[in-house]
């Protein structure tokens, strides 16, 4: 059975960074394509961040200010993200694209303005 644990959020200042951790535990991340996603308060959830293989992609809304990476010999997805805005305030996940598992904890990002 697949777990996600996703660590790192908090409460930062608009234009501040914060750099999220995914650790992916029962399965072997390298043959995924994962992603990141958010939820914000009465939003559904959204994909902000895939990486396939080696290479990322990106929401319009966080292009040029959030980073996807991936170190397979730790299990482990990442998501920097810099010059923080209100607007990503929400609950971040990561998961595999296309048939997601089960879904972790998340992790809640909280920018103020």
């Known amino acids: 059975q697949v777990q996600l644990v996703e660590s790192g959020g908090g409460l930062v200042q608009a234009g501040g960074s914060l750099r999220l951790s995914c650790a992916v535990s029962g399965s072997i991340l390298s043959i995924w394509d994962m992603g990141w996603y958010r939820q914000a308060p009465g939003k559904e959830r959204e994909l902000v961040a895939t990486?396939?293989?080696?290479?990322?992609n990106y929401a319009d809304s966080v292009k040029g200010r959030f980073t996807i990476s991936r170190d397979n010999a730790k299990n482990t997805v990442y998501l920097q993200m810099d010059s923080l805005k209100s607007e990503d305030t929400a609950v971040y996940y990561c998961n595999r694209v296309g048939r997601p598992w089960g879904w972790g904890q998340g992790t809640q990002v909280t920018v103020s303005s």
């Open positions: 990486i396939t293989g080696g290479s990322p």
